[in-house]
């Protein structure tokens, strides 16, 4: 569950997003959420066991998403997190997983994981689409103490916008998009010209890519669904 994906489920923080930012698509609610978590709070154990069982499904009040972004706003939650991300396991249980790392406070080295996630070509394609954003919330921070791999993110980034697979190509447009590589715009044109491809309960890629050539046009972000 992408954020994106989230409005076809009737998920609470999209219809926050699109009540805080006005503009239909959750760039800078992310963007200003990633910011306020400055520091990661301490949780008790049990509030993060009860966290633990609706990450895994096993909370018929919480789904998983929602408790995987609770988890990473704890220490111990993130570590949670982490673990699961750092061996193989249930694709849905780790798509949940990935999306806690969205708006948490990230260390460079979950930047590292959801990197290698991301240019697995063994995971399920939910899993790394996921990535996809959650790297696109982070990684620009990273330009100036982190030139190389930050680099080498927008080198895999770029890879994705040919992936077979019509979700990984939407999450790696939306990941790059306002950043200035010159690699980029001409793939995307090329998307928004050619590729008619549709990700289901969303739109199309050419709707996904002209949204963000549009970025930084205007000072309100539209939603892709006007294009």
Same mark, same amino acid.
């Given at each position: ?111 590292? &994981? @959801?990197? $290698?996630?991301?240019?697995? #070509?063994?995971? =399920?394609?939910?899993?790394? *689409?996921?990535? !996809?954003? +959650? ?20 080198? &895999? @980034?770029? $890879?994705?916008?040919?992936? #077979?697979?019509? =979700?990984?190509?939407?999450? *790696?447009?939306? !990941?790059? +998009? ?50």
């Amino acid at each position: 569950m992408n954020l994106h994906s989230a409005a076809a489920s009737g998920n609470a923080r999209w219809a926050v997003t699109r009540s805080c930012s006005g503009d239909g698509h959750p760039a800078k609610e992310r963007m200003r959420m990633a910011r306020s978590r400055k520091r990661l709070l301490k949780g008790d154990a049990v509030g993060l066991a009860k966290l633990e069982c609706a990450l895994r499904g096993e909370d018929p009040d919480m789904v998983p998403h929602v408790a995987a972004d609770k988890l990473a706003r704890y220490r111990e939650g993130l570590r949670l997190l982490t673990r699961i991300l750092s061996s193989p396991g249930d694709p849905t249980l780790r798509e949940a997983a990935v999306y806690g790392f969205v708006f948490a406070h990230l260390a460079p080295e979950h930047l590292v &994981l @959801l990197r $290698r996630i991301y240019a697995n #070509p063994h995971e =399920a394609p939910g899993v790394r *689409s996921q990535a !996809a954003e +959650a790297l696109g919330s982070h990684y620009s921070n990273y330009r100036h103490i982190w030139q190389r791999r930050y680099r080498r993110v927008i080198d &895999l @980034l770029v $890879r994705g916008l040919d992936d #077979p697979e019509p =979700a990984i190509r939407l999450w *790696s447009i939306y !990941a790059l +998009a306002g950043h200035k590589d010159p690699r980029i715009r001409p793939k995307l044109q090329a998307i928004a010209e050619n590729d008619t491809a549709t990700v289901p309960g969303m739109w199309s890629l050419r709707q996904e890519a002209l949204w963000a050539l549009d970025w930084g046009t205007d000072l309100v972000l539209r939603d892709p669904q006007s294009f």
